[in-house]
């Protein structure tokens, strides 16, 4: 059995490269784009498959919104507790002159 070290690092390395793959065969889509006639644009019906399968790599996390969970009551006041104590502060790094010579 691969050690978890070796099993995350080739998931990282995987899904870099695929980035990469994605990033590449977009830029050849662009590089061939001044051969044709600019003053029409491409089809959206006409994609490669490489196009497709890159689309779903870079959809893998997903758009969802993130909802946070609220228990309380937002419109109650809040009350924090004081404490009326004061610490004295420990003077850590105080300055210190070297030893008088005589």
Do not use: W
């Amino acid at each position: 059995m691969r050690s978890p070290l070796l099993s995350r690092f080739l998931l990282i390395f995987a899904l870099l490269f695929a980035q990469l793959g994605g990033l590449t065969h977009g830029i050849s889509h662009a590089l061939a784009e001044p051969a044709q006639s600019t003053d029409q644009s491409l089809p959206h019906d006409k994609l490669c498959d490489l196009c497709a399968a890159y689309a779903q790599i870079g959809s893998a996390i997903g758009g969802s919104g993130v909802s946070l969970a609220v228990s309380e009551n937002c419109e109650a006041p809040h009350q924090s507790y004081f404490d009326p104590q004061t610490s004295e502060t420990f003077p850590a790094f105080a300055a210190r002159a070297p030893p008088h010579s005589a």
